[in-house]
């Protein structure tokens, strides 16, 4: 029998994997960080009559009222069904399929209004739909 101590081997770390690991890390947090905050230049805008600049022909604004009734750039749409809707964003569509929808639907507007007017847009091929909304401060403070 031997009784004699054993050597132990000493553990050894191995650095370079986990330095391969870091510099992955760092070049992921380098080229996803956002440099906005130290570019921002404090500017007043000029002002300008906002009305008359709004002309984009890839925003197609769908007005959906608490009655159901809706209007397709200020066009009032003959009809409730997704039909009547897709006619009247086929005919607005003026950059095809590129154009954005606009749901622009009021607060206590039946849900199947706004269904109505997604389901339309579907039909004509419009994949880029969104909401309209409005801040707190301009409803009223609530």
Request: glycine share 4%.
């Amino acid at each position: 029998m031997n009784f004699r101590p054993r050597q132990k081997e000493e553990p050894e770390i191995n650095l370079i994997p986990f330095i391969d690991v870091l510099l992955v890390v760092l070049i992921f947090l380098m080229l996803t960080t956002t440099y906005s905050k130290f570019t921002e230049m404090q500017l007043k805008l000029p002002v300008a009559d906002t009305e008359a600049q709004r002309d984009y022909p890839k925003e197609i604004v769908v007005a959906v009222s608490s009655e159901g009734r809706y209007m397709v750039n200020k066009v009032p749409v003959q009809g409730r069904s997704p039909d009547a809707i897709a006619a009247a964003l086929a005919e607005a569509a003026k950059a095809g399929k590129d154009s954005i929808v606009i749901i622009s639907a009021d607060a206590v507007a039946p849900v199947q209004s706004v269904i109505t007017v997604m389901e339309g847009a579907r039909r004509v091929g419009l994949a880029q739909v969104t909401f309209a909304t409005q801040t707190s401060q301009a409803a009223g403070g609530k």
